[in-house]
């Protein structure tokens, strides 16, 4: 029920001149509810029509719709108030209606302008209450086509109708249809669905509406609707994806595409056409003769490769047609203009941000995400963005600093592997919101006083982004969601670029046009030897990990990059953030963790080291980005370093490598730190919920935040309100503890995962007992090295243990183990182990105890020998308990199957219990061992069984 619509719509209805020629009385209480009734002497009302008492019936907003456009038919648009033409409830057979409400035509005026003693049906006209306007348009076909059908001619035009609301007055929302043209439904869906939005005037001709850049409407154009609320633009989403998507044939990725260049050219259209001009993106043409889909689509190519031109900084133009009749119908396209085409999409009045979250929900529904091209979930990126202090620096940044012509400046963002621009996006809100707070603005200066002004200026208050924000993206389909995206919300720049990330910086230089990401500092007397941009104060993004460079980037990167230039494509990234940020500057940013902790890593992290001061360190679950890609990530923060430092760094590390060359890299590191006191802290945690799970195609199921608290009334111990109070000796292996650089340099590899340094930082590799008596593991087990077995054909025929033979926790194989007499890859074989031990997820407990020498395995198994007299049940026990399990997890290291090194795995310290209890403890291990063993035969006995009685009791029927 919509009050308020009831009662404007009655007020204008009762102060009508001449309305009770068709509408009596409208009455209406506070509740809303009230009585329509309607002039019986002019009007015709079939008597069968239910709901009725001698011309009365009740007032909703769909009678209310009804009543005002009897009124506009009579004293507006010329048609005679006369119960021989005009008629309301006309009841026919059911057709294509819902149960219950019978074939009915809410409207219907006869007698054609040619002869107006005609019978015949003129307007066929189904009104809608605004609220059901979108949501029930695929119910024309029913309610006017096929209903229409039973008059004895086919009415002229058919009419789908309602009434809202814009300004407080009212505003009418139409399609009409011209049967002569379209008799069917599907002759009109086949022509995409035309629409002709304005009613004919006393049985004339009708004429399509023509939208143009003008302020108010005039005979020859309409300005573009910019009122169009939530709920049309949510209807428009979804239906602009169903009809371009058509049940089939076009991939997802291919629907994403289409709307977003259509969305694209529209802009274009809207920002570019001079005033008083039409605008080329509508549908011409006539109600009768409208534009064929194929000469539309033809403009719209034209009208695509402006704007592609003039908005996408391509490092050149794409080739064919952006709608190709080959991939996507004209019909199809048509059908979305017709949608689209009285809308603005660049100025919207509501409050909020309609536009952008109406693009946002067609990149979410339409976008099939991938490894390597997946979205950062909002609650990482707002967990980011207040990590980064990215609203506090932006204070502090527009009070202090200045450009480099002196004027007052905002931060230099950036991201250079955008995707759709979620960072971008959201940081411009974020900042949007922040710093127009009068409690910012209040204590301006005057001189930024004025720049606040001018930034903060527009729809949607982000013209600052024009200068202080940038994204960068390869994949063309992205970085044109990335440029729609940022229009969208109020940024009309060209600093979004659909390119590499990585190209050479004069690469992004745009018609000689200097622009902050074009700059170029060259390497001269600096101890980073290649070009640097220097311009950024933060880098927040989220890399594709480990993709494959075309030919051209790597040759660009020989000549752009010092470090990394045949590393992985994140540790290109890491280093391309050095060359961006200007001294003091901050990177925030998801990488894999296996940059924080494996062997091939290891140069990542000394680049970081060197080049950055490490703030903080979030190692993510791994639901985090499941179902689209299951690699363990973690947030890193860092800060880059002045470049005194690194020279001083570089030089003192030199000296160290002089004085110990045999020295591994850990040593170095630690060597340097000492001579120059680095010891800087850094903040680490490893959160096991993250407020939300993902699941492919349908929403997240939220979860605990572990992050950070939801809302500021939100009090809740988190990640980041442990950050943010600072260096603590309250240590929380989940929510966050601090570790130093000194503690980083101690252990071989530098390994930055919080996992690792947990283990040595604060359980100092203790797993069992007391840190006084524990002692490691290898004063119990030493490394066998396996004999290598060679893939091919094997001497004799062997049983192959893989992993998934070996139950976890169990120390056991399972009873039946195949032979092989041929082996696909490189085995081991377990002779002269009492133990084995999977590196591979060692947190799962894969040991194999009193290993068949003749057995064989995969490489991923490690071979133990007992020393020390241990008892072997003892030490095998123990190696499967729950704390051993979690200081695996700890030390292993990798993507998703992540392996331990078996040499640190013998530095774990455990306390066994005394000397004089081993051979107990151990004759109690191997009994209840033996009685697991003995069930287990037992249940595959009475598995048989199963299977025995079934045969008998079949064979018997």
Known sequence: MDITLRSVLRERILSTPGHENTVLDITIGTDGAGIVSYNLANVWLDPSAPGFNAGSTALTDEEIVRAYLLVRLSEGLGYEADPGRLEIEHVYKPVGRPLGKGGRVDVLVRGAASDVESSDAFLFIECKAPSKFDADLKMIDGQLFRLSRQEPVLPKYLVYYTVELRDGSPFERLILIDTDAFPTFESWDAAGQPITDVLPESYGIASKRRYGNVPAASDSLSPLDEEAGEDQFSRLQTELHDV???????????????????????????????????????????????????????????????????YLALPKPSSGPAFDEARIAPEKIAYVVGRLESISVTENKHPGDILGDFFEGIIGQDFTQSKGQFFTPYKIVQFMLAMSDAVESAVETMRTSRDHLGRPRLPYVIDPSCGSGTFLIEYMKEIRAALTQPSVTDQLPARIKESHTTWFSGRAGNAWARDHLFGVENNYDLGLAAKVNMVLHGDGSMNTWISSGLLPFSHYEVDGRHNTLGSVRAAEDHPYRASRNEQFDLVISNPPFSIRLSPDEKKLIQTSFDVMRSGASEAIFIERWYQLLREGGRFISV???????????????????????????????YDAFRPFTSTKTAIVLATKRPVAEVRAFEKELELQRKLSPSAAAHTHFSATFAALEWNEPIFMAEPSSVGYKRRKGLSDVPTRNDLMAESDSQEQESVLSRFRRGYSDDHDAQLGFWTTLEAVASRPGLRLDPKYRWLWDFDGGVTLGSADRAVPLGSYLEIVALKKIAKGELTEERRLVDLELVEGRQGMITIEIPTVETIGSEKVSFDGADLIFSKLEPYLGKLIINPDPADIGSTEWVGLKIKGGVPRMLISYLLLDERLRDAYRRLQSGKRHARLDPKEMLELKVELPPAAEWDEINDYLAGERQKILNYRVEQVAVRDGIDVRLRTAIESG
Do not use: C
């Open 244 to 310: 371009v998507w058509g049940g089939g044939g076009t991939n997802n990725n291919e629907v994403f595409v289409v709307i977003t260049r259509l969305l694209l050219a529209k802009i274009f259209d809207e920002k570019e056409t001079s005033p008083g001009d039409a605008y080329a993106f509508q549908r011409l043409g006539t109600a009768v003769h409208p534009e064929s889909p194929a000469k539309l689509v033809q403009r719209l190519n034209a009208l695509y490769k402006l704007a592609e031109d003039a």
């Open 591 to 621: 990488l894999p963790e296996a940059v924080l902790d494996t062997s091939t890593g290891l140069g990542m992290r000394e680049f970081l080291l060197k080049y950055f001061r490490m703030e903080a360190v979030v190692s993510l679950p």
